[in-house]
């Protein structure tokens, strides 16, 4: 079983930074990624962090913007989220799983309660 719980989320005009945290408790996943649902949006994928080899991928819509980073010895994955835009308003859930297709949600065995992110232009 693993539990997750994020933070960090808030409220920033545009052009301005977030760091998001999801702190992981317990064991049986390969990889932790963030998702995001806008109001009445599927919920996308944003980025993946493998635990054992550190690689990692990004949405098209957030590379060069957002950094995915662990720090294992606090069980701790960040998302640093720079020059955020309107569109990146949304609640922000972090997922654990044994992953190969990362894109695909249905590959997340464990999910956070979510962090509300809005972006004002």
């Known amino acids: 079983q693993v539990h997750l719980v994020e933070s960090g989320g808030g409220s920033v005009q545009a052009g301005g930074s977030l760091r998001l945290s999801c702190v992981a408790s317990?064991?049986?996943?390969?990889?932790i990624a963030w998702f995001r649902q806008a109001a009445g949006k599927e919920r996308e994928a944003v980025s993946i962090?493998?635990?054992?080899?550190?690689?990692?991928y990004y949405a098209d819509s957030v590379k060069g913007r957002f950094t995915i980073s662990q720090d294992s010895a606090k069980n701790t994955v960040y998302l640093q989220m720079n020059n955020l835009k309107p569109e990146d308003t949304a609640m922000y859930y972090c997922?654990?799983?044994?992953?190969?297709?990362?894109?695909?949600?249905?590959?997340?065995?464990?999910w956070g309660q979510g962090t509300q992110v809005t972006v004002s232009s």
């Open positions: 997922a654990a799983g044994v992953v190969r297709r990362w894109l695909d949600r249905y590959e997340y065995n464990y």
């Open positions: 962090i493998y635990s054992s080899t550190a690689l990692t």
């Open positions: 317990g064991n049986g996943y390969s990889a």
